[in-house]
């Protein structure tokens, strides 16, 4: 089961380490009952995190979340984000509202700050701590923050997770970002592991995905899941698709395949600005 391996957030609480994501869900009514078929098959596999925001569809996604999840509330561990703009202490509280009424749920478990924008942390985060004093969110965490930002946090409890941008295409976080995450024990969450398709007929992937019995998918995915610190939120917009990405768990890259991809995707060298989707 694709839920078997887990990765421990700050708080001690036990999270799969492969999830799914909802991007892009919510947008076409047309596509609607595939995409719940999808996160409920994932929901089956063990992938019971679901990660959406208020941002997607404008709030369409976490619609389709709140019909996947219909009757397995308790199953679940819900990721949702407050967008910059709504992230002063009102802000926040209306939109975490907004986000439950969609979701149709009385808590969010993991409640993220999109992006930074021009609003203080320090408002941010102390209106994300009254909503875990309430029970509105179980906890709160960052997505798109870099290392300085990081360092700008208000003291005391940090964020769960950083959610951040990182597939094959996308290393620069390794140069600095994922050790300084290690260093605070914050697990990095990323999101669009497999670039959103485009990596998938590069040469390299393909090779070592034959070599494997495997798709060119699975094999991006196996390489973001190689640390034990990091969860990926693939989207999958239909079951099968869904069943090919919790078969990646059960892949073992070799060292000859790490090597292979490194010189078809090479490491960062220096620093790189934090990329986003």
Request: proline share 6%; glycine share 10%; hydrophobic share 45%.
């Amino acid at each position: 089961m694709a839920g078997a391996r887990t990765v421990l957030l700050p708080s001690g609480v036990a999270v799969p380490a492969l999830g799914q994501g909802t991007w892009g869900m919510g947008e076409d009514p047309g596509r609607r009952a595939a995409e719940v078929s999808a996160l409920r098959a994932g929901l089956d596999l063990g992938m019971t995190l679901v990660d959406t925001a208020e941002m997607y569809g404008d709030g369409a996604a976490e619609d389709v979340v709140a019909e996947a999840v219909a009757g397995r509330r308790d199953e679940v561990f819900l990721v949702s984000k407050v967008l910059p703009s709504h992230a002063d202490a009102a802000g926040v509280t209306r939109a975490c509202r907004g986000s439950l009424r969609r979701l149709r749920t009385d808590r969010i478990d993991l409640y993220l700050l999109h992006w930074r924008g021009a609003v203080l942390l320090e408002e941010t985060v102390g209106a994300l701590e009254s909503l875990v004093r309430e029970g509105a969110i179980g906890s709160w965490g960052v997505s798109n923050l870099d290392v300085d930002d990081l360092a700008d946090l208000p003291p005391g409890p940090g964020p769960q997770t950083d959610q951040v941008l990182y597939n094959l295409s996308r290393r620069g976080a390794e140069y600095d970002l994922l050790p300084r995450c290690r260093e605070l024990a914050v697990p990095v969450m990323a999101y669009s592991p497999v670039e959103q398709g485009r990596l998938l007929g590069h040469p390299a992937l393909r090779d070592v995905a034959a070599a494997h019995g495997a798709t060119p998918a699975q094999i991006a995915l196996a390489w973001v899941l190689r640390h034990d610190d990091v969860i990926a939120i693939p989207k999958a917009s239909s079951r099968a698709h869904v069943e090919e990405n919790a078969a990646a768990l059960e892949l073992d890259l070799t060292a000859e395949d790490l090597a292979t991809l490194d010189r078809a995707f090479p490491p960062p060298t220096g620093k790189r600005p934090l990329e986003m989707l």
